[in-house]
């Protein structure tokens, strides 16, 4: 009997260090699995730039520039630029705002924003994700490089797009032919290009200046990947993206939006799913 049980609780530590291994060895596959757990959630983090008005903070950023222009010598430090700058510096002191403050905590607000708005887990790890691609960089032979991977796309500011921890900016490990990863699908002018992307994702602030319906607009996104496989999305992956937007995600979603793209499954693009 004792053979017995030891067999056992051999096999049943055996078992838990199989399935923690595979737990740790699958990719992530959901957009909630970006999101921040809710220790993180809870910490007294205090961010003071949003504490002030959409006005102050164009300010902040307008003066910011100026002053990296004139350091790199690339404004005039008596001109008109400069002259905007000492303006915006005299507002912000008569509403009793300290702008050096301001901006010498740019990079630890940052950082802190990484923390709170991600899932920390998560990095470094495997990902298997589908969702919306926005196009940001193409080469000379007009192959995509780098691109913003979403599980919606808002396209102005009536309708905007997703948090900075729903995006993901994505460079390919080899550049995409996109005609040719479309060449089995048939699609409007409403639908949008669904792609199932797998690579190794990491915590990575940045920001995109991105065209959009009423205007150019800056994105942010506080993941990065290295893709080394793209795929052209099935309507069962698109189903699921779409699942888990929220109900007031979806309320706002313009019928056209959501329009699935047409594709033929029986393709040799799908012939392995």
């Known amino acids: 009997m004792a053979i017995f049980g030891g067999i056992n609780q051999v096999t049943s530590k055996s078992m838990n260090s199989i399935t923690s291994n595979i737990a740790q060895q699958s990719p992530i596959k959901?957009?909630?699995?970006?999101?921040?757990?809710?220790?993180?959630?809870?910490?007294?983090?205090?961010?003071?730039?949003?504490?002030?008005?959409?006005?102050?903070?164009?300010?902040?950023?307008?003066?910011?520039?100026?002053?990296?222009?004139?350091?790199?010598?690339?404004a005039d430090p008596n001109g008109v630029s400069a002259q905007e700058a000492k303006q915006i510096e005299e507002t912000f002191?008569?509403?009793?705002?300290?702008?050096?403050?301001?901006?010498?905590?740019?990079?630890?607000?940052?950082?802190?924003?990484?923390?709170q708005r991600?899932?920390?887990?998560?990095?470094?790890?495997?990902?298997?994700?589908?969702?919306?691609?926005?196009?940001?960089?193409w080469n000379n032979e007009r192959l995509l490089t780098h691109f913003l991977l979403m599980p919606y796309l808002g396209q102005c500011s009536h309708f905007p797009p997703p948090p900075p921890n729903q995006v993901i900016s994505v460079e390919s490990a080899?550049?995409?032919?996109?005609?040719?990863?479309?060449?089995?699908?048939?699609?409007?002018?409403?639908?949008f290009l669904w792609v199932s992307i797998e690579g190794t994702i990491n915590l990575e602030a940045t920001i995109h200046h991105v065209f959009r319906v009423d205007g150019m607009s800056w994105l942010e996104s506080s993941y990065s990947?290295?893709?080394?496989?793209?795929?052209?999305?099935?309507?069962?992956?698109?189903?699921?993206?779409?699942?888990?937007?929220?109900?007031?995600e979806r309320k706002s979603l313009h019928p056209k939006l959501t329009e699935l793209i047409s594709i033929d499954t029986g393709s040799k693009a799908f012939s392995n799913q």
């Open 30 to 74: 959901h957009w909630e699995e970006l999101l921040p757990n809710q220790t993180q959630t809870q910490s007294n983090f205090v961010d003071p730039f949003a504490q002030l008005t959409p006005k102050q903070l164009e300010d902040l950023a307008i003066l910011s520039r100026i002053r990296w222009l004139i350091a790199s010598n690339k």
């Open 118 to 137: 991600t899932n920390k887990t998560i990095d470094g790890k495997d990902i298997k994700l589908s969702g919306v691609i926005l196009p940001l960089y």
């Open 225 to 248: 990947v290295i893709c080394h496989n793209i795929n052209f999305c099935t309507p069962r992956d698109i189903a699921e993206v779409l699942a888990w937007q929220t109900r007031e």
């Open 174 to 191: 080899e550049p995409i032919d996109i005609q040719k990863l479309t060449a089995n699908c048939r699609k409007s002018q409403y639908s």
């Open 93 to 115: 002191a008569q509403e009793g705002i300290d702008v050096e403050w301001l901006l010498s905590k740019r990079q630890t607000i940052r950082q802190q924003r990484i923390e």
